[in-house]
């Protein structure tokens, strides 16, 4: 395939930006605005260079015929280092996707054995792609000579077209350019150079460092940002000014590979060239310094101090025009994105012809535009342009919010309820220490967190504060305001500041209650939360660990939102993301044990306490009532993920110890969105995987799925066994005779009696010769490769009894997320009917989690188990026998576990039809009807992998009309 001139090959053009795969003869050296003139300059003639995402590899065939490089290429589509390798000008290629480099052992082996070592690294509009730039560079950067260098380009996400378009919801999601599908992340000129700071921290570790240079920029002019200059060059250049990056398309930088403990480190002087100027100062002054001078621009000067002569009247105004919305609107104008949508329309204004110039442009960058900007940056990386678009309507339109609130008001203690909880008195009243570490924390945030310690409705309590040496005078003339009033509040100075863990340590120190309680400094406590607690102690005696539901509050705390309703104690879903979090109350002679928070772990320090608490305890009690208020605010993770990155390290250090402390092999990775993970356990051995195809005709769709397992399962140590029963087209008999001519691990099984789902496997089980069994319908299609690996590790698990995997309909649609039992009366899908790319609630479509069923549809479990069960009952010809031998499953002390990393899809019905008959429909009431009498237990409860403010209605995690507790 010869791509030729850009110009005359339409193949990879898109029209908004013309952006194009170009030929190596089209590279310019002497380009003034161009990344890849920046990037070939700055190679030396003869040098080693490695050119990862080389693409179709004309920077490395340029380098290679100017500079008589020798150039390697790292890019992850094979088609394209296909064509690379034909053309001759790369030394060698290898075929690696960066975050995962592993999973491609060949290759990782060819490159971790490769002798050369680079001059140059370039990565050209590689990083924003990478799920883990920190690691993947680090791999790269293993073969880099030091003093070496990686050139870097990247899209600036700070252009003002971007930043527009988005405010007004215009996204123009492209295959190419900076909003493209595949953009994981997106950077400024400065939070690169902070990233590179954060992720110097690790790569110290590896006794190296980058020192960072800023070498170059290229700019674009899109027709809007041309018609402000033409109409109102004046306002242009003030923009300019206070924001030089918004006419920037790239920035291009040089990361020099030194050693840790060099002192030659220019970062810190970039991150303060490139600190933020605050526009709204900048141009105060320059109003106030050059008046004259801006009475001469085509700004109406006198428009502006009219407007502002008149602020009053046009509040008022303002609240004349509010008054006569209607609620809907009111709602709307309460959320955060309405307000973030009013700044934008001030600096729209502004820039239009003079008859709409009647706002202040400084407004348009305001802290809490900033501040959004930011969030929403972060959410599109994580869930996508499309996931941010269905946020921003949700937000604007407020219904979650209303929902929550009116959830709120009916489930909540009333104020007469809260006095009379104060008179209640327990047969056990153990004294709750509750832990705070303070450092500069603001003053609204202290004060409203102490408030909620005095409102508590119960009394024995001890609020143990240890202050890590604040700078703020404010935090000490509070504290000893507090312990003056109430002397169940104690304090404790530090000489310096301990972080988070060794300040906490410094807290329970002073601590002599029963039971330790984790509170953040900006957090609050809902006023009944100490009651319920002990409530809890109360009813379970032997209960050491206790935690709540949750929810967030605004950084003014006037707004609740985001509730939290969690599961029980689930190991797997823990072990994915710490969902367990706020509010944990942990009994002191557990922590005695474990010991108390440690070093090494910041961001995490809860993560790795919680991990190691759950090891050691004998009863964990969830309450499902919201007793924690998890503030949010722009440095907090609760409001911006990407505050604390250290964080996500530290929590994969603190799961990799977790496993190793309770003798489980495997190695923790990211997981789908950043603060989840994944741990790929060691599948021990080759064991053999029975998989059991019940089957009767369609031979269209069994073709389907047998086609799928054969051309894409990476494991192939696997029967299939399939199970005809009563079939009568002879297309089905002729591929029966095609798949025993041409498969020797295909088994053809005769079942002669009446179809019954259960029987009917029950009876294949008798002649698989696999340990592992993997029952799966006919109407199934396998999507990735890895399915059967990723089950395995699971079902090989001594404590796991099932696994399940994730499956979707024809339109890609989830028709599979795990199995809640009581939805509907008896059982229903989680997040059925949601999108596939949905994260679900809080995320829970993408991670692996314990649920207390999946379904048959694709249901993996050892042969020791289906034994020790009793397989699957006669008794449900038809219905719920997957739930039914789940339930066994759980009863006998094992977990079920379902994974979002084997994904199929599922033809659901074509092959049993629908309950359309009076014979069926009895049937089916008596499996139903059984189903109740045998698990009424669980059906009353409530499943404990749910939650009981969530709604039995539904399948969507929304909001039950009244609690279940």
């Known amino acids: 395939?010869?791509?030729?001139?850009?110009?005359?090959?339409?193949?990879?053009?898109?029209?908004?930006?013309?952006?194009?795969?170009?030929?190596?003869?089209?590279?310019?050296?002497?380009?003034?605005?161009?990344?890849?003139?920046?990037?070939?300059?700055?190679?030396?003639?003869?040098?080693?260079?490695?050119?990862?995402?080389?693409?179709?590899?004309?920077?490395?065939?340029?380098?290679?015929?100017?500079?008589?490089?020798?150039?390697?290429?790292?890019?992850?589509?094979?088609?394209?280092?296909?064509?690379?390798?034909?053309?001759?000008?790369?030394?060698?290629?290898?075929?690696?996707?960066?975050?995962?480099?592993?999973?491609?052992?060949?290759?990782?082996?060819?490159?971790?054995?490769?002798?050369?070592?680079?001059?140059?690294?370039?990565?050209?509009?590689?990083?924003?792609?990478?799920?883990?730039?920190?690691?993947?560079?680090?791999?790269?950067?293993?073969?880099?000579?030091?003093?070496?260098?990686?050139?870097?380009?990247?899209?600036?996400?700070?252009?003002?077209?971007?930043?527009?378009?988005?405010?007004?919801?215009?996204?123009?999601?492209?295959?190419?350019?900076?909003?493209?599908?595949?953009?994981?992340?997106?950077?400024?000129?400065?939070?690169?150079?902070?990233?590179?700071?954060?992720?110097?921290?690790?790569?110290?570790?590896?006794?190296?460092?980058?020192?960072?240079?800023?070498?170059?920029?290229?700019?674009?002019?899109?027709?809007?940002?041309?018609?402000?200059?033409?109409?109102?060059?004046?306002?242009?250049?003030?923009?300019?000014?206070?924001?030089?990056?918004?006419?920037?398309?790239?920035?291009?930088?040089?990361?020099?590979?030194?050693?840790?403990?060099?002192?030659?480190?220019?970062?810190?002087?970039?991150?303060?060239?490139?600190?933020?100027?605050?526009?709204?100062?900048?141009?105060?002054?320059?109003?106030?310094?050059?008046?004259?001078?801006?009475?001469?621009?085509?700004?109406?000067?006198?428009?502006?101090?009219?407007?502002?002569?008149?602020?009053?009247?046009?509040?008022?105004?303002?609240?004349?025009?509010?008054?006569?919305?209607?609620?809907?609107?009111?709602?709307?104008?309460?959320?955060?994105?309405?307000?973030?949508?009013?700044?934008?329309?001030?600096?729209?204004?502004?820039?239009?012809?003079?008859?709409?110039?009647?706002?202040?442009?400084?407004?348009?960058?305001?802290?809490?535009?900033?501040?959004?900007?930011?969030?929403?940056?972060?959410?599109?990386?994580?869930?996508?342009?499309?996931?941010?678009?269905?946020?921003?309507?949700?937000?604007?339109?407020?219904?979650?919010?209303?929902?929550?609130?009116?959830?709120?008001?009916?489930?909540?203690?009333?104020?007469?309820?809260?006095?009379?909880?104060?008179?209640?008195?327990?047969?056990?009243?153990?004294?709750?220490?509750?832990?705070?570490?303070?450092?500069?924390?603001?003053?609204?945030?202290?004060i409203e967190m102490l408030n909620s310690v005095l409102d508590q409705t119960y009394s024995n309590w001890e609020l143990c504060i240890a202050d890590g040496a604040s700078k703020e005078k404010h935090v000490k003339e509070i504290l000893d305001q507090y312990a003056k009033k109430d002397s169940r509040i104690k304090v404790k100075y530090l000489s310096e500041n301990k972080g988070i863990a060794g300040n906490s340590n410094e807290a329970i120190s002073l601590a002599t209650g029963d039971y330790i309680a984790l509170l953040d400094h900006d957090g609050t406590l809902a006023p009944f939360a100490l009651f319920e607690v002990v409530k809890a102690i109360n009813e379970n005696k032997d209960a050491d660990f206790i935690y709540s539901d949750e929810d967030k509050i605004s950084e003014d705390g006037k707004e609740r939102f985001d509730a939290h309703f969690k599961p029980d104690f689930a190991p797997d879903t823990l072990r994915s993301y710490n969902y367990i979090c706020h509010l944990s109350v942990i009994k002191k002679e557990i922590l005695d044990l474990v010991g108390y928070f440690r070093d090494g772990f910041d961001g995490s320090q809860d993560y790795d306490l919680i991990l190691r608490c759950t090891e050691k305890t004998k009863k964990i009690i969830h309450i499902p009532k919201i007793l924690y208020h998890w503030r949010v605010s722009q440095n907090s993770v609760a409001g911006n993920s990407n505050a604390k990155l250290y964080a996500y390290e530290s929590a994969k250090k603190a799961l990799k110890e977790h496993l190793e402390r309770v003798n489980i092999k495997g190695n923790v990775i990211d997981g789908k969105f950043l603060g989840s993970y994944k741990?790929?356990?060691?599948?021990?051995?080759?064991?053999?995987?029975?998989?059991?195809?019940?089957?009767?005709?369609?031979?269209?769709?069994?073709?389907?799925?047998?086609?799928?397992?054969?051309?894409?399962?990476?494991?192939?140590?696997?029967?299939?066994?399939?199970?005809?029963?009563?079939?009568?087209?002879?297309?089905?008999?002729?591929?029966?005779?095609?798949?025993?001519?041409?498969?020797?691990?295909?088994?053809?099984?005769?079942?002669?009696?009446?179809?019954?789902?259960?029987?009917?496997?029950?009876?294949?089980?008798?002649?698989?010769?696999?340990?592992?069994?993997?029952?799966?319908?006919?109407?199934?299609?396998?999507?990735?490769?890895?399915?059967?690996e990723e089950m395995l590790q699971y079902a090989q698990r001594k404590d796991v009894g099932a696994v399940g995997a994730k499956l979707y309909y024809p339109d890609n649609t989830i028709q599979h997320g795990g199995v809640i039992v009581g939805v509907g009366g008896i059982a229903g899908h989680a997040h059925r009917f949601f999108p596939k790319d949905s994260p679900g609630y809080f995320g829970r479509l993408s991670i692996v989690q314990n649920f207390s069923a999946v379904t048959g549809a694709c249901l993996m479990m050892r042969k020791d188990v289906f034994v020790e069960v009793g397989g699957f009952d006669d008794e449900y010809p038809l219905a719920v026998s997957d739930v039914d031998i789940c339930l066994k499953v759980r009863k006998k002390g094992y977990l079920v576990v379902w994974t979002p990393y084997a994904e199929l899809y599922h033809y659901e019905s074509k092959t049993r039809g629908y309950e359309d008959t009076p014979e069926k429909q009895e049937r089916f009431k008596r499996e139903i009807n059984l189903f109740k009498s045998k698990w009424g237990d669980i059906l009353e409860k409530g499943d404990p992998y749910y939650n009981p403010n969530l709604t039995l209605d539904r399948e969507d995690f929304s909001y039950a009309e009244v609690s279940r507790v």
């Open 1 to 446: 395939m010869e791509l030729g001139n850009a110009k005359e090959n339409r193949l990879f053009v898109y029209e908004g930006d013309k952006k194009y795969f170009i030929s190596a003869n089209d590279i310019n050296p002497e380009a003034e605005n161009s990344s890849q003139s920046y990037i070939v300059k700055a190679i030396t003639d003869s040098s080693t260079v490695l050119d990862v995402g080389c693409s179709y590899g004309y920077v490395g065939e340029w380098l290679n015929k100017n500079k008589d490089c020798q150039v390697y290429g790292i890019d992850i589509n094979r088609q394209a280092l296909d064509y690379v390798r034909e053309r001759g000008y790369y030394k060698d290629l290898y075929c690696l996707d960066l975050d995962y480099p592993q999973n491609t052992k060949e290759e990782f082996d060819r490159f971790e054995n490769l002798k050369e070592i680079f001059d140059f690294i370039i990565c050209a509009d590689v990083i924003e792609h990478l799920k883990n730039p920190t690691i993947a560079l680090e791999f790269v950067s293993s073969k880099l000579k030091f003093g070496g260098q990686i050139l870097v380009s990247i899209p600036n996400v700070a252009h003002m077209d971007i930043i527009l378009n988005l405010l007004e919801g215009k996204f123009n999601y492209s295959e190419f350019g900076i909003l493209d599908n595949t953009h994981l992340r997106f950077f400024t000129k400065r939070s690169f150079a902070e990233w590179v700071k954060n992720a110097n921290e690790y790569y110290k570790s590896q006794g190296f460092k980058f020192d960072l240079k800023h070498t170059g920029s290229t700019t674009y002019l899109s027709e809007y940002q041309k018609n402000i200059i033409n109409q109102n060059p004046e306002i242009y250049s003030e923009i300019l000014k206070s924001n030089p990056e918004l006419e920037m398309l790239q920035h291009i930088f040089v990361l020099t590979k030194i050693n840790a403990s060099s002192n030659s480190y220019n970062l810190n002087e970039l991150l303060d060239d490139v600190q933020y100027k605050n526009p709204i100062s900048e141009i105060s002054n320059q109003l106030k310094e050059q008046k004259d001078e801006i009475e001469k621009l085509n700004i109406e000067i006198n428009t502006l101090k009219s407007d502002l002569a008149d602020k009053e009247s046009s509040l008022q105004t303002a609240e004349i025009e509010k008054t006569n919305l209607n609620s809907q609107l009111s709602e709307i104008r309460r959320s955060r994105g309405y307000r973030a949508l009013l700044k934008y329309y001030k600096f729209r204004d502004a820039l239009l012809p003079a008859n709409t110039r009647r706002r202040k442009i400084v407004k348009f960058l305001a802290k809490d535009f900033i501040y959004l900007m930011k969030k929403s940056v972060n959410y599109i990386k994580v869930y996508g342009l499309k996931g941010f678009f269905r946020k921003i309507v949700n937000k604007l339109s407020n219904k979650e919010q209303t929902l929550y609130q009116n959830w709120i008001e009916r489930n909540e203690p009333t104020k007469e309820e809260l006095i009379a909880q104060k008179s209640i008195k327990f047969d056990y009243e153990p004294k709750i220490s509750i832990i705070v570490p303070t450092w500069n924390t603001p003053k609204r945030f202290l």
């Open 679 to 788: 741990i790929n356990y060691k599948i021990l051995g080759n064991p053999k995987i029975s998989i059991i195809i019940p089957n009767k005709d369609h031979k269209e769709e069994l073709e389907r799925c047998i086609s799928s397992i054969f051309s894409k399962s990476t494991y192939k140590n696997y029967e299939i066994i399939i199970v005809e029963n009563h079939s009568k087209e002879k297309e089905i008999f002729e591929y029966y005779e095609y798949l025993r001519d041409n498969y020797n691990n295909v088994v053809l099984l005769e079942y002669k009696d009446e179809f019954n789902y259960s029987a009917v496997n029950n009876f294949a089980v008798k002649y698989t010769r696999g340990d592992i069994l993997l029952f799966l319908n006919n109407d199934t299609e396998i999507i990735n490769e890895n399915w059967l």
